[in-house]
T-cell receptor
């Protein structure tokens, strides 16, 4: 299996621009997670889906952030408008039921 | 609220030294336990996991962890570290309380191993 695939790996954008991060989970996994990692706050769970349905989005920082999972093999995390404080590495992970999480390589976002 | 505590935020060791990283969780019921490792510039990878059975779990690269239910602990150990073990280590817990419960991560411990 190819593992969890994220794109882009690196994104540099200017404040106010829209950013879309993409994730393809491992085939057959029924849970998908979006995490954000920064030096200051560590690893934060933003939102997770079960069978394409958002279960808990309490970690989404504010309305500028939104996430969708239109089908079992694709999810997006969108930031609009982006701000410098959104600069971080965003990880997508997938799992089967309550098993271990498999993480993607991450998307490093820099907002100037 | 359920939480995971990793008491050491930064650990510095010399090669061949022994390692023990502490992890405690706050939940009295059934749990699944994990240690993840993140090498510099990379994503998190599973080091080892405990679901049930023998409380002493062997993982990759010579790591092991012991689940002590009475102490709510799942400490990570390695008898002799190498420079390549330099990484950040995350303890994580899934507490079961009906339905699906999300994985809760500790804050992480940064390990630096000096040659």
């Amino acid at each position: 299996d190819a593992g969890v695939i994220q794109s882009p790996r690196h994104e540099v954008t200017e404040m106010g621009q829209e950013v879309t991060l993409r994730c393809k989970p491992i085939s057959g996994h029924d849970y998908l997670f979006w995490y954000r990692q920064t030096m200051m706050r560590g690893l934060e769970l933003l939102i997770y889906f079960n069978n394409n349905v958002p279960i808990d989005d309490s970690g989404m920082p504010e309305d500028r952030f939104s996430a969708k999972m239109p089908n079992a093999s694709f999810s997006t995390l969108k930031i609009q408008p982006s701000e410098p404080r959104d600069s971080a590495v965003y990880f997508c992970a997938s799992s089967l039921a309550a098993g271990e999480l498999f993480f993607g390589e991450g998307s490093r976002l820099t907002v100037l | 609220a359920q939480s995971v505590s990793q008491h050491n935020h930064h650990v510095i060791l010399s090669e061949a030294a022994s390692l023990e990283l502490g992890c405690n969780y706050s939940y009295g019921g059934t749990v699944n336990l994990f240690w993840y490792v993140q090498y510099p510039g990379q994503h998190l990878q599973l080091l080892l996991k405990y679901f049930s059975g023998d409380p002493l779990v062997k993982g990759i690269k010579g790591f092991e962890a012991e689940f002590i239910k009475s102490k709510f602990s799942f400490n990570l150990r390695k008898p002799s570290v190498q420079w390549s073990d330099t990484a950040e280590y995350f303890c994580a817990v899934i507490p079961f309380s009906g339905g699906y419960n999300k994985l809760i991560f500790g804050a992480g411990t940064r390990l630096a191993v000096h040659p």
